[in-house]
Nanobody
Framework: QVQLVESGGGPVQAGGSLRLSCAASAYTYRANCLGWFRQGPGKEREGVAT???????NYADSVAGRFTISKDNEKNTLYLQMNSLKPEDTGMYYC????????????????????WGQGTQVTVSS
C-alpha cells in the first residue's frame, strides 16, 4: 500500500540544523523518484530536493549546499538533512514519490508527484 510518514520537524533558530525523516511502505519506496517539497506561508508548494533510482540527486538553488537528501534502503526511509537554516526555510515539508521513469535518474522538482505524505512543520526563527 501507499504510505509516506514524515517526522523530525519543529522549531529551530536561524543557523541551526534539523533532519527530516520519511518512512515509506515498501511499495512506495520502490518508486523511481523520491523527493522533499515544502510550502511556506502564502507560497506555492516548491521542490526542495529529489533522489532518483540511481541515487542521482537534484536540489533547488535555494537549498543547494545546505540541504542533503539521502535514503536508507534497509529501512525504506528518506531523509533530508537541513543545515544553516534560514527563516525563509519555514514551511510544511512533504515527502513524495513518483513512478515516472527518468532515463538519467535526475528527478524533477515540480510538484506533480504521484504520492504524498501529510507533512511536517519546520519553523525557523531569526
Amino acid at each position: 500500500q501507499v504510505q509516506l510518514v514524515e517526522s523530525g520537524g519543529g522549531p529551530v533558530q536561524a543557523g541551526g540544523s534539523l533532519r527530516l525523516s520519511c518512512a515509506a511502505s515498501a511499495y512506495t519506496y520502490r518508486a523511481n523518484c523520491l523527493g522533499w517539497f515544502r510550502q511556506g506561508p502564502g507560497k506555492e508548494r516548491e521542490g526542495v530536493a529529489t533522489i532518483g533510482f540511481y541515487d542521482v540527486t537534484n536540489y533547488a538553488d535555494s537549498v543547494a549546499g545546505r540541504f542533503t537528501i539521502s535514503k536508507d534502503n534497509e529501512k525504506n526511509t528518506l531523509y533530508l538533512q537541513m543545515n544553516s537554516l534560514k527563516p525563509e526555510d519555514t514551511g510544511m515539508y512533504y515527502c513524495a514519490a513518483d513512478r515516472e521513469y527518468v532515463w538519467n535518474g535526475r528527478c524533477r522538482l515540480t510538484s506533480n508527484y504521484d504520492y504524498w505524505g501529510q507533512g511536517t512543520q519546520v519553523t525557523v526563527s531569526s
